[in-house]
């Protein structure tokens, strides 16, 4: 093998090591059931505004239709990744956050940003927020809803449900906890 | 005599090696917002993309610093957080951008000095985690059992420490290779610190977040920051701890069998949650939901921090950069 050779090998086994993050994303959108449903249309926002169902809101300045917050539970709950959409990634897409994350990111946090304009949101959210720690999701998703229940747990013992999860996403909730 | 010789052709090479790299140094497209080219572009990466990472920079110096752990100074290296000190960070270890359609081969890449160069800790090496080979229709090596769910889809980069690999498969191979770089000229590749990162349309790819959540939002700026952050990490270490490699996930892990994790306190990814943990709590433009989005990412990041290594906690990875420029 010449020193060519030699070198674009091991370029490649470097690059096959992970030593430079040949982070990608896809083109287009991602396959259905991973992150959109059948009936969401592909990067379509979910909520720019949220109202809540049973109070009247203020007007808002954003041409984004308002919907309504259990229509939001309800939208992001079906449209969460299953902990499935990860495994099939291959080492360039889960380099970094792949898209499957980065789209529930999106969409937790429209409910973070509902809860936080309208701080009576919380006791709903708290019910969506166990429901999301305790689904079938990545667990980075998971560690984020459950920190999120704390957050807007009313004591202690409305927590007793969290000894059932995996240890896993409990410590990764505590970084979430103690880092924010 | 022959030594004399030796020498003569290896300071030779080595000047013109430098002077390459001063000649570098002045062109290209200047990326740092006071326009010092400590960060250049070469030719080839398209101008908006130049521009929005100039701005991302910009933004990096509205951070706040009063919320800084003690744990984002001393991973990082650095005595305060102040917006500055985050800049010199990165300008330390990235250098040039390149575009994302580079690839390397004869005439992009090639040997400037001969044989047998002789590197820093010669013979030491990081350890390769190479993912098992699976049957065709797994390209990740994990076996889930599923189709692929890209396979449909072109991937696009979104951006790549090539300069730190290329400097180790330099090592490896005994040659000083050096980069070809457009509108910049040739680079010697003396050091990962020598600082090219690949930056491709990925980066900047509309889809990413949905469509409210822009390129050119706040939280899409934090993004790119963390990402830059995380493969300019990739410019540090040296011997074992060269390039700060990645780990494989282990089984029953979210990236099961893929090198997505780092077995250390203070890689790549410790440094992608740290900034994001940092921007999150230091910004004055974010939402809540902007800052809610960080979180979820700060937290992708630290998913794949493996706390044990055959038994053993994980521990940090000497950071010190290697490199032959002293001896040029």
């Known amino acids: 093998m010449n020193t060519r050779s030699k070198v674009t090998t091991l370029i490649l086994i470097a690059v096959a090591a992970g030593i430079y993050g040949l982070y990608s994303t896809p083109e287009g959108d991602p396959p259905r059931g991973e992150i959109t449903s059948q009936d969401t249309p592909p990067n379509t926002s979910v ?11 203020e007007p808002s300045s954003s041409p984004a239709p308002k919907v309504p917050f259990e229509t939001l539970l309800n939208q992001v709950a079906r449209d969460l990744p299953h902990a499935d959409a990860l495994k099939s990634l291959d080492a360039d897409t889960a380099h970094h956050a792949p898209i499957a994350i980065t789209r529930a990111a999106a969409m937790l946090g429209d ?49 007793q449900w969290e000894s059932s999860l995996p240890q896993s996403v409990r410590d990764l909730s505590q970084e979430a906890q103690t880092k924010h | 005599m022959k030594k004399i010789v030796l020498c003569a052709a290896l300071l030779s090479s080595a000047l013109q090696a430098s002077d390459a790299l001063a000649f570098g140094k002045s062109r290209g497209q200047p990326l740092d917002p006071g326009g010092e080219g400590r960060i250049r572009a070469d ?6 993309q130049v521009n929005r990472l100039k701005q991302d920079l910009v933004w990096l110096q509205t951070l706040r610093s009063d919320a800084t752990q003690s744990e984002f100074l001393s991973v990082m290296g650095l005595e305060s957080s102040q917006p500055e000190q985050l800049q010199s960070w990165l300008y330390d270890r990235v250098h040039y951008l390149v575009n994302g359609n580079f690839i390397p081969s004869a005439k992009t ?73 457009d509108g910049i000229g040739n680079v010697p590749l ?31 700026s934090a993004f790119r920051m963390e990402t830059f952050f995380h493969e300019a990490r990739h410019s540090d270490g040296n011997g074992k701890s060269l390039g700060f490699l990645h780990a494989l996930c282990p089984a029953g892990h979210d990236y099961a069998g893929i090198n997505a994790c780092d077995r250390n306190l203070n890689g ?47 521990v940090s990875r000497d950071a010190a950069p290697e490199g032959v420029f002293e001896r040029l």
Not at chain 1, 126 to 148: M, S, V
Not at chain 2, 204 to 209: A, E, I, L, Q, V
């Open chain 2, 190 to 220: 003396t050091s990962p610190r020598t600082g090219v990162i690949m930056v491709g349309e990925g980066l900047f790819f509309d889809g990413y977040f949905g469509a409210d959540v822009p390129p050119e939002s706040t939280v899409r």
């Open chain 2, 268 to 314: 790549p990814y410790t440094v992608g949650a740290l900034m994001l943990e940092h921007m999150a709590a230091n910004c004055t433009d974010c939402s809540e939901k902007d800052r809610s989005i960080m979180q979820v990412l700060a937290l992708d990041n630290r998913n794949r921090l493996l706390s044990q290594k055959d038994g053993q906690p994980a």
């Open chain 2, 43 to 48: 030719s080839a990466v398209p101008k908006d």
């Open chain 1, 111 to 159: 409910v973070a940003q509902a809860v936080h304009d309208d701080p009576s949101l919380a006791p709903r959210a708290f019910t969506f927020y166990r429901q999301c720690a305790e689904g079938d999701h990545p667990n980075t998703i998971r560690a984020f809803c459950l920190a999120k229940a704390r957050s807007h747990a009313a004591d202690s013992t409305t927590m």
């Open chain 1, 47 to 57: 909520a720019a505004t949220v109202t809540s169902t049973d109070r009247p809101t």
């Open chain 2, 109 to 181: 890449v090639s040997p400037v000095l001969g044989r047998n160069f002789s590197y820093p800790n010669p013979g030491v090496l990081p350890e390769m985690e190479l993912p098992v080979i699976q049957s065709p229709g797994h390209s990740s090596g994990y076996s889930s059992g599923q189709p692929l769910v890209h396979a449909e889809h072109e991937a696009k980069i979104v951006m790549a420490n090539i300069g730190s690999a290329l400097y180790l498969a330099g090592k490896k191979a005994g040659v000083l290779l050096g980069m070809s770089l």
